[in-house]
């Protein structure tokens, strides 16, 4: 199973939007919600943002959105702040591999 | 509030057999969740390794399926994960974590913990 495809970084200005792409296939994404995003600050554990696509967990600014269109999905970070600066990886479910990982975005606050 | 750390030999020797175990605080792992590991390099990135159920059932990435087994112990609140006949390519740091469905986002990580196979 490939890993999804994610731009290896993005960057935006303090307020602006940014949205990161994860392309995957009609294996993965394309067929299945439960597309997740994980964002992770240098040295540290990976912290769930979004699951099955759009929800987010408890605690989870709501400046941080995700959805689907076909065999790609995004995250959205509305309102980009110093702090959301770090990797972000997405994961979807594949089926006879379970989870395929995105290879990652650096997301960087100019 | 839940957390979960990771604990095992930082410096494996090739061809043994890496062993690992997630001691869960907070939540007690009989009563449900899946609870899973994770390993990430440099060379893979974000790699799942495997997932057991509180009741055993498991799950295995196939690529790895054949060295890997993973088990809980309710009794201590603990799972653990051993990976077989390792490499330099198991090089990792490994996460344990857990999950709400057996194939769905992992909400809680451990904090990870480096292992480097080297003779």
């Known amino acids: 199973q490939s890993a999804l495809t994610q731009p290896a970084s993005v960057s935006g200005s303090p307020g602006q939007s940014i949205t990161i792409s994860c392309t995957g296939s009609s294996s993965d994404v394309g067929t299945y919600n439960l597309v997740s995003w994980y964002q992770q600050h240098p040295g540290k554990a990976p912290k769930l943002m979004v699951s099955?696509?759009?929800k987010r967990p408890s605690g989870v600014s709501n400046r941080f959105s995700g959805s689907k269109s076909g065999n790609t999905a995004s995250l959205t970070i509305s309102g980009l702040q110093a702090e959301d600066e770090a990797d972000y990886y997405c994961?979807?479910?594949?089926?006879?591999?379970?989870?395929?990982f995105g290879s990652g975005t650096k997301v960087t606050v100019l | 509030q839940v957390q979960m750390q990771e604990s095992g030999p930082g410096l494996v020797k090739p061809s043994e057999t890496l062993s690992l175990t997630c001691t869960v605080s907070g939540y007690s792992v009989s009563s449900g969740y899946y609870w899973g590991w994770i390993r990430q390099s440099p060379e893979k990135g974000l790699e799942w390794i495997a997932t057991?159920?509180?009741?055993?059932?498991?799950y295995y990435n196939p690529s790895l399926k054949s060295r890997v087994t993973i088990s809980v112990d309710t009794s201590k609140n603990q799972f653990s994960l051993n990976l077989s006949s390792v490499t330099a390519a198991d090089t990792a740091v490994y996460y344990c974590a857990r999950s709400f469905g057996s194939f769905h986002a992992f909400d809680i990580w451990g904090q990870g913990t480096s292992v480097t196979v080297s003779s």
């Open positions: 099955e696509v759009t």
């Open positions: 994961c979807s479910y594949a089926g006879s591999s379970p989870y395929v």
């Open positions: 057991v159920y509180h009741s055993g059932n498991t």
